[in-house]
């Protein structure tokens, strides 16, 4: 079975361009995450999806985070216009979602790295 | 609020020694716990976890934590470290009701011959 795949793994922007990351989650995962992880702040959540639905959209981010789910299995992040202080690895993960007594696992793609110069 | 905190930002422990990597969680209730494993450049993979049972987890590799109510706690162990858990390992806590997960700011454990 593929795991969350993300595309690209690398990319580097110019302060004040647009940007789109890619994430194809895990086949039949209902719930979407994007995460940013940078060494100060650690992992912040920036939004949250369940069946495509919008359900966090991260507070603070807002105002230049973007993130949408076209389809079930296909979500992008947007940030327009984009800032040195961006830079950090993006990260997203799927899972089946809470459901009865069980608690589920997030499967994470291997992040996208975002240098803004 | 909820939170979960992790108070070592850094362990370094020798190769077959035992390790403990410290958990504290802050939730009304109790909630499911994780633990989380990032290898260099990758993504973050769980290791094991827990919701309302057996206070003691057994995980992938070795790993095992044990959850305490009365401390709030969540710890990570192992009883011979290897040099391949050298990783980023991430304490997580989360509710139905609120459909996602807190996470720790992680330790790193770095591990010598």
């Known amino acids: 079975d593929a795991g969350v795949t993300q595309t690209p793994r690398h990319e580097v922007a110019e302060k004040g361009q647009t940007i789109i990351l890619k994430c194809e989650p895990v086949s039949g995962h209902n719930d979407l995450f994007w995460y940013r992880q940078t060494k100060i702040q650690g992992l912040e959540l920036l939004s949250y999806?369940?069946?495509?639905?919008?359900?966090?959209d991260g507070g603070a981010f807002k105002d230049r985070f973007k993130a949408e789910m076209l389809n079930s299995s296909f979500s992008t992040l947007k940030i327009q216009p984009t800032e040195p202080k961006d830079s950090a690895v993006y990260l997203c993960?799927?899972?089946?979602?809470?459901?009865?007594?069980?608690?589920?696992?997030?499967?994470f793609g291997s992040g996208t790295r975002l240098t803004v110069l | 609020a909820q939170s979960v905190t992790q108070p070592d930002a850094r362990v370094t422990v020798s190769e077959g020694a035992s390790l403990q990597l410290r958990c504290k969680y802050s939730?009304?209730?109790?909630?499911?716990l994780f633990w989380y494993v990032q290898y260099p450049r990758q993504g973050l993979q769980l290791l094991l976890k827990?919701?309302?049972?057996?206070?003691v987890v057994q995980g992938v590799n070795g790993f095992e934590a044990e959850f305490s109510k009365s401390n709030s706690s969540f710890h990570l162990r192992k009883a011979s470290v290897h040099w391949s858990d050298w990783a980023v390992y991430f304490c997580?806590?989360?509710?139905?009701?609120?459909?996602?997960?807190?996470f720790g700011r992680g330790t790193r454990l770095q591990v010598y011959a």
């Open positions: 999806f369940r069946s495509k639905s919008l359900m966090e």
């Open positions: 993960a799927s899972s089946l979602g809470w459901g009865g007594a069980s608690a589920e696992t997030l499967y």
């Open positions: 939730y009304f209730g109790t909630p499911y």
């Open positions: 827990y919701y309302p049972g057996d206070p």
């Open positions: 997580a806590a989360g509710t139905q009701v609120v459909g996602q997960l807190t």
